[in-house]
């Protein structure tokens, strides 16, 4: 059974950095197209930044330049770093296995201005 678990969240202040990380069990994150989706209160679920096999990443427009999606396989771990936040990052953030349909508990992140 595949498992995401995320961890990394907290509060910071505005122009702080987070790493997000995701680490997957039960199936190589090499094997799967991972990404990262955020749901801000009273919005829609969104994607942030998504991985492929490949290695291609590719990110929402609104996080570009800030935010970086990487996986390490030896950890079997996918990671979000995101620096420069800003108060409308705010957001539960969730790992997720595109490909499969699989997804994380989420984890807060909450940035002050």
């Known amino acids: 059974q595949v498992q995401l678990v995320e961890s990394g969240g907290g509060l910071v202040q505005a122009g702080g950095s987070l790493r997000l990380s995701c680490v997957v069990s039960?199936?190589?994150?090499?094997?799967?197209?991972m990404g990262w989706y955020r749901q801000a209160p009273g919005k829609q679920r969104e994607l942030v930044a998504r991985i492929s096999r490949g290695g291609n990443t590719n990110y929402a427009d609104s996080v570009k330049g800030r935010f970086t999606i990487s996986e390490d396989s030896a950890r079997n771990t996918v990671y979000l770093q995101m620096n420069s936040l800003k108060p409308e990052d705010t957001a539960v953030y969730y790992c997720?296995?595109?490909?499969?349909?699989?997804w994380g508990q989420g984890t807060q992140v909450t940035v002050s201005s």
């Open positions: 039960g199936r190589s994150v090499s094997f799967s197209a």
């Open positions: 997720t296995d595109t490909l499969y349909d699989i």
